[in-house]
């Protein structure tokens, strides 16, 4: 196993002991260890994709695993926020369900030979979910923040949707039925 894939295999370790750190209150500083936690296991996202493309260590169970680890970190960080009554249920479904759709969309787009890259509006709306999930984690509670907290919020949830409509939009020709 090369070490892309070992760094990857490490954030999905880091779930649980975010998940400790944030959730069980009784943790002296557990919020912000839960932060640095959190943190930590997204630059490894980045580090272990600047790896595997730099050094051409792409594998199957990468292209597999790095997104999975992905998705579950940012659904463990979302499902914890609804737990916490940080975030209403509504937004997390719409944010959750936009990872199936596109996981599902990229799957059929594979099966027909067509790779579909991140996307700008996707890569800002990693970028404003990650800062909302710090932000909320933290959770100064303090105006300026709580203020900030809700920005991010809603801003990821647009930048959700409209990645969604982008992504479908622009590889629509992945579900004509030509050739089936």
Excluded at 82 to 94: D, F, N, Q, R
């Amino acid at each position: 196993m090369n070490l892309p894939n070992k760094i990857t295999i490490v954030r999905v370790f880091m779930i649980p002991l975010f998940l400790i750190f944030f959730l069980l209150p009784d943790i002296p500083a557990g919020k912000y260890i839960a932060a640095v936690v959190f943190i930590l296991a997204c630059l490894t996202d980045a580090l272990d994709g600047y790896l595997a493309r730099k050094y051409h260590l792409i594998t199957n169970f990468g292209k597999f695993a790095d997104p999975l680890a992905d998705k579950l970190l940012v659904s463990a960080a979302l499902i914890c926020f609804v737990e916490l009554k940080l975030v209403p249920a509504w937004i997390i479904i719409i944010i959750i369900s936009r990872e199936f759709i596109i996981s599902g969309f990229r799957l059929v787009a594979s099966d027909n030979g067509i790779v579909i890259a991140a996307s700008y509006l996707a890569k800002l709306k990693t970028t404003a979910q990650m800062i909302m999930s710090i932000l909320l984690i933290i959770n100064l509670n303090q105006p300026v923040f709580n203020l900030l907290e809700q920005i991010f919020i809603y801003l990821s949830l647009i930048l959700t949707i409209a990645s969604l409509v982008d992504y479908l939009y622009k590889n629509r020709k992945v579900f004509s039925e030509k050739g089936n």
